[in-house]
């Protein structure tokens, strides 16, 4: 943990941040854009598990009917992608928390913790539709909880990470206010002498 912990924050600046970001954008773009209306087309506009906070057994049962075996097929290579896109997003945000942060503190590690919990429910969605027309309700409940948490480490990650960005706004612009009269200071005393 700790290792992990010292290589997201000396390596968490701007210049790999953000490249990082970058990429896990066009990976979501390339979900929302190019599969997920595919998706509802095979779901007749079911929604897909991962947009859920809970979901049940007859839930699942009733998608992965309607889904049918080409729907289940298209559905597990959207979870393939999805994979990639959470491990991206996870490294990318956690980078970018440590160059806001700017120290080596636990909570810089969240944003992997929820693609861990993202990954974690595509593994069970997988394992899940392997199964189906047998779905255990504990896995079902497993999987639903993954994405609990998911969302929920998502809406802690995105409050910590606009309170870095406020702050270090006001931060800047409190250290240019003050470089600014500190000059004009200097100036006055200048025009006295």
Request: some cysteine.
């Amino acid at each position: 943990m700790n290792k992990v912990l010292g290589f997201v924050f000396r390596n968490g600046r701007y210049n790999t941040a953000i490249p990082t970001l970058i990429i896990s954008f066009i990976l979501q773009g390339i979900l929302i854009y190019k599969y997920l209306p595919q998706f509802l087309v095979f779901s007749e506009s079911l929604k897909n598990p991962d947009q859920l906070f809970v979901y049940d057994s007859e839930y699942l049962s009733r998608l992965y009917q309607v889904l049918g075996k080409e729907g289940r097929r298209f559905y597990a290579e959207m979870l393939k992608i999805d994979f990639l896109y959470a491990a991206v997003s996870g490294i990318g945000y956690s980078l970018l928390l440590a160059a806001l942060v700017k120290k080596a503190q636990w909570f810089i590690m969240l944003p992997l913790l929820m693609a861990i919990t993202d990954i974690l429910e595509n593994i069970s969605q997988l394992l899940l539709m392997q199964r189906y027309p047998n779905l255990h309700a504990l896995g079902v409940v497993i999987s639903s909880v993954f994405s609990s948490s998911k969302m929920v480490l998502g809406i802690i990650c995105i409050s910590l990470l606009l309170f870095f960005i406020t702050k270090n706004i006001v931060n800047g612009y409190n250290h240019k206010k003050l470089n600014s009269n500190s000059s004009n200071t200097k100036m006055s005393n200048n025009e006295r002498t």
